[in-house]
């Protein structure tokens, strides 16, 4: 193969691409959150101005939708991150090839984004932070019943 020198222009490009897309996700993940806690602020306030406890449960909608989101931009960036990462061992090894350096996207395909999509699932990045919002929902629900 045709393997490609360190301090080749292109490997630069590519290597900010690369951080691009991972900054481009994590930007992702933190709006989730602010569209989140914005959301559900905005339901909790109507409910509670209203004196609907019932309704408090519309929250979950959004918290759920939005955990989901979260936990996806999160499985990307970490699967971007390990290309970015295998792209440099390559890059140490002097085995980095041409065709390295032209592919952005994830290293498994389509099966390995649902497995990533587990690992932002599980990661303590969002179950801290979701958590509380529904712990805050159901205080709610409880404190104007």
Known sequence: MN???HDSPSVLSYLVTLQGVISRMSANSA??????????SAILVAVA????PDYVWIALIPTLLF???DAYY???EKGFRSRYNNY??????NSATLQDTFVVSLECGQRCVLCLFVTG?????VWPFYFVLLSLIVFVHQYFQ
């Open 3 to 5: 393997n490609i020198n």
């Open 88 to 93: 440099i061992e390559k890059l140490h090894a």
């Open 31 to 40: 709006s989730c959150k602010t569209w989140c806690i914005t959301l559900v």
């Open 67 to 69: 955990f989901f989101l």
């Open 121 to 125: 699932l599980r990661s303590v990045s």
């Open 49 to 52: 101005d209203k004196k609907l």
């Open 74 to 76: 999160l499985g990307l």
